[in-house]
């Protein structure tokens, strides 16, 4: 089942901070988390993992709440470059599965 | 490092045309690899994937098929094209748990 985004949207000035959230009506074992540019491939910035292991960029931080389901992306004073949709992708086993997406956060930082 | 090569860039075929989209990975042997389309403006939706040679898994019935002749190499193929496949195909190779993505394949059937 896909997982649920929120917001959908969101137009912050740069230097602002923004939270965006990734909720599932299943059982998690892996978070993804990506930033697409538009007309360009995803890229990768965290994964999270059912026990706590993380990995990803050192600018980028990010929470996994594995009884609730949820993950929460933390933008903190934002650059112009960190405009773009933020995509979550979730896993419910550790094996080779692929990801279930949700259907993005599109984020706008304005000078 | 690893690198993942898609081809071609863009495309643009006519209804009931065949597709063969191909992706190619070096600096690693035997990765898992996903096949994922996304629609104009929606997200990505997953396809298949594979975890070795001849190893495919279909997540959506319809009317694509993917091969994996070689270790590094995995295939998306279509007999006959419909409108509704148009979209951007991306490959992705698993790492330690998390997957990147290659640069795309723009599709658009006419």
């Known amino acids: 089942q896909q997982p649920v985004q929120s917001p959908q949207a969101v137009i912050l000035r740069e230097g602002e901070d923004a939270v965006i959230n990734c909720s599932s009506s299943k059982a998690l074992y892996s978070v993804h988390w990506y930033r697409q540019k538009h007309g360009e491939a995803p890229v990768f910035l965290m994964i999270?993992?059912?026990?706590?292991e993380q990995k990803g960029h050192d600018k980028i931080s990010a929470s996994f709440n594995e009884k609730k389901q949820q993950s929460s992306l933390y933008l903190t004073a934002s650059q112009l470059s960190y405009s773009g949709t933020y995509f979550c992708?979730?896993?419910?086993?550790?094996?080779?599965?692929?990801?279930?997406f949700g259907k993005g956060t599109h984020l706008i930082i304005q000078p | 490092s690893q690198t993942i090569h898609q081809w071609p860039a863009t495309l643009v075929q006519p209804v009931g045309s065949p597709l063969s989209l191909e992706c190619t990975v070096e600096g690693t042997s035997n990765p898992n690899l996903y096949w994922y389309r996304q629609a104009a403006g929606r997200g990505l939706q997953l396809l298949f994937y594979s975890v070795g040679i001849g190893q495919i898994s279909s997540e959506v019935p319809q009317n694509l098929s993917a091969s994996r002749p070689q270790d590094r190499q995995f295939i998306l193929s279509s007999k006959k094209l419909l409108l509704s496949d148009s979209g951007f195909y991306l490959c992705?190779?698993?790492?330690?748990?998390?997957?990147?993505f290659g640069p795309g394949t723009r599709l658009t059937v006419t």
């Open positions: 999270l993992l059912k026990g706590g």
């Open positions: 992705a190779r698993g790492g330690t748990g998390e997957q990147y």
């Open positions: 992708g979730t896993t419910g086993g550790g094996g080779a599965d692929g990801l279930t």
